[in-house]
């Protein structure tokens, strides 16, 4: 059994904070996870193809993290709207311009938003990380013209990227949701330390691991805005031209996500002193998105990895959604069996499609 557990290979099981929640995704599901208003753990569950299965191209080394890199943002947003849905507390009436948008469009409301914001997260990235930091080249293209002198000109500009970004979390931590956000981020990270050391699913044995975890993408922020530098000086434009260098910038933006990628896994799995060292500084950019979660936010994360790995448990009651509906994190366990009564009155709740309105809260606290 031993030789066995050794010869199989590990996957990654990679996740996201939600609003008052956690995201976990496993090769063949994604599981999100929200703790409600009333204490119960609303947890839905979705199958889910990495693009790399359909289009074995798409999994090539520096191809994968180009295409991981939309992929991410695109689930991200989504599961960001998902969960806000699950928690139930956004249902207001549309408005009528909304209605009349949606007339128009023939689309629904919920792709509409989403949509928007999509967009406006598009514009807001590419001015602050691309427009800015290029307008500050040219300025300084001003001072030091001279073709040798642009090695210093993008290192500045990129190092202005990065000022940016730490600036831009800051301004974010600010808004409390944000750092409640950032604590399930850190019960994240605990859950997945827990997992990768075989470890059963508890509260006390992920709060044992620390809130840092090597392939975060925060730490892959940070090698993207590092490799760009490198990268923008060997074969990006160095000339005067506003608009040729913001696009040259824009066009290596899948080439620099594609290498910086792959350094992102080798750093990540391995544990020699070497790439220690080099992983350390993203290590260290996580220490503004992840804070230290109670054991009620791990409480989610547990039940959000329990799904992911295992599917839905079959005693839970649903949603008219056909989310499962947890009173304790252990329900979400697979080998957990539920008491006779609870059980029935389960099967029952499913039946008759219904949620009971005095499920009892739970009375562990979480990240």
Known sequence: ?????????????????????????????????????????VVRHNPYESLAKKHKWMGWPFVRGTVSMFTMFSQGMSTLQQSTDMLGILDEEPTKFEMWLSKKLGKGIDKIVMAVAIVLAVVLSVGLFFVLPELFAKLLKGFWPEPSMSWLVNLLSGLLRIAILVGYI???????????????HGAEHKTVYAN?????????????????????????????????????????????????????????LPVVAGISYEVLKRLAHSQSALTKALRWPGMQMQRLTTRPPTDAMVEVAIVAMNVALHGLPAHAKRTPEGWAVLRDYRESDPGYTPPVGDAAAD?????????????????????
């Open 1 to 41: 059994m031993k030789k066995q557990q050794e010869t199989c290979k590990r996957v990654d099981i990679g996740g996201q904070a939600v609003m008052e929640g956690v995201m976990m995704k496993s090769p063949d599901a994604i599981a999100i996870a929200v703790r409600r208003p009333d204490n119960t753990i």
């Open 170 to 184: 800051l301004f974010c931590a600010t808004v409390p949701e944000v750092r409640r956000t950032f604590e399930y």
């Open 196 to 252: 990768e050391n075989d470890l059963p699913l508890t509260p006390e044995n992920a709060q044992k691991f620390g809130t840092l975890h090597p392939r975060c993408g925060t730490s892959f922020l940070l090698i993207v805005f590092v490799i760009s530098i490198v990268l923008f000086t060997l074969v990006g434009y160095q000339g005067g031209a506003f608009i040729w260098r913001l696009l040259s910038r824009l066009a290596l």
């Open 347 to 367: 099967r029952g709740a499913e039946t008759s499609g219904t949620m009971a309105g005095d499920m009892q809260p739970l009375t562990a606290a979480l990240d």
